[in-house]
């Protein structure tokens, strides 16, 4: 899955529009479609705005874990 996916994902939970969101995150509805498909790559800057109007973490918005929270009691794996 990519950012851009995940995002797609919460808009959709969320039934927010990309227009919407531009605006939340400052950003026109012309960037924000462009890093949707992938013209364009989202910022820290764009995923942590993300992660805060979805409140989720970075972690979730970059698609590093497929839970919105890491549990802080789960066991870490071995490496």
């Not at 996916?5 to 919407?20: D, G, T, W, Y």
């Not at 993300?50 to 919105?68: G, K």
Request: with cysteine; net charge negative.
């Amino acid at each position: 899955m990519s950012t851009a996916e995940r995002v797609a994902e919460l808009l959709s939970e969320r039934q927010l529009s990309q227009s919407a969101l531009a605006k939340m995150i400052h950003i026109t509805r012309q960037a924000l479609s462009n890093k949707m498909t992938g013209i364009r790559s989202f910022t820290l800057r764009d995923m942590r705005a993300l992660a805060d109007i979805f409140e989720v973490s970075l972690d979730y918005i970059s698609c590093r874990i497929d839970t919105p929270w890491p549990d802080p009691w789960e066991e870490k794996e071995s490496k």
